[in-house]
């Protein structure tokens, strides 16, 4: 794995991960990997469909890799190949951070990153909407755009 430590918060998520069995390299939270992005230390890789991305928003300069795709999200099966190559062509060591809806999705692509051997690939745990509330609605308590973070929508 990459050397995490002078970044605290990365180092933490690592931490926490292994003592919690996680099988990728852990989780932080949007507004760790803002300050992270920002600072030019990692790459933020949204995962949602390209229809989310259009109709819900998207962060400013993060890349894309679908996790799945369409309305059915069918498995995207050039993930991990398709993340491989995003990071081959950042500086190294390149260091990446999941976002999905609500982080489940990135956690999963996560997992399946760290079982391909890419270890620096870290989860945004809320995701890009946050989970539902009592009203089943989505961006009321937490997630990347609750927490007034840069975000575009077409």
Known sequence: MTDISN??????????AAAE??????????????????QGLALLVDVRTAEERKFVGHVPGSAH??????????RNPR????????LAKQPQPAIALLLCR???????AAQEAAKAGLACVFNVSE??????????????ADGWR?????????
């Open 7 to 16: 970044l605290p918060a990365l180092q933490e998520a690592a931490t926490r």
């Open 21 to 38: 069995g996680l099988p990728y390299a852990g989780s932080v939270t949007p507004r760790q990997a803002w300050q992270l992005v920002s």
């Open 65 to 74: 890799v679908p996790w799945a795709t369409g309305t059915a999200l069918a």
């Open 79 to 86: 993930f991990v190949r398709e993340l491989a190559a995003l």
């Open 102 to 108: 609500s982080g489940k999705r990135s956690a999963l």
């Open 127 to 140: 995701g890009f909407e946050g989970e539902l509330d009592a009203a089943q609605q989505r961006g009321h």
């Open 146 to 154: 609750f927490h007034g973070l840069p975000w575009l929508q077409d």
